[in-house]
Nanobody, 124 residues
């Protein structure tokens, strides 16, 4: 099972930026698709962004398209989420997950278990 540790959250004003990081265990990290999810208070956890094992393709929720960028460094077993032009609606706990494909991530078929997440709070 893949172990995941998220970091980089914080409090930021609307219009600001944050960069989230996710450290993953496992010798086969480079074969996983990776994704970021978020859960706001009182809402279901939702898919935010995904990246294929090679990094050649990325996918975004409509709500973050053009503002967020997902990337990965397979040499370091890391995946990142650069968040720009943040709005209060982005306030949530952010989690990363691993899957065999982007389709598996969207279908919640994960290779890891949810980490502790990292809190992002955007003030207006």
């Amino acid at each position: 099972q893949v172990q995941l540790v998220e970091s980089g959250g914080g409090l930021v004003q609307a219009g600001g930026s944050l960069r989230l990081s996710c450290a993953a265990s496992g010798r086969t990290f480079s074969s996983y698709a990776m994704g970021w999810f978020r859960q706001a208070p009182g809402k279901e956890r939702e898919f935010v962004a995904g990246i294929t094992w090679s990094g050649s393709s990325t996918y975004y929720a409509d709500s973050v398209k053009g503002r967020f960028t997902i990337s990965r460094d397979n040499a370091k077993n890391m995946v990142y989420l650069q968040m720009n032009s943040l709005i209060p609606e982005d306030t949530a706990v952010y989690y990363c997950e691993a899957g065999r494909s982007i389709g598996d991530l969207r279908s919640r078929r994960f290779l890891g278990s949810w980490g502790q997440g990292t809190q992002v709070t955007v003030s207006s």
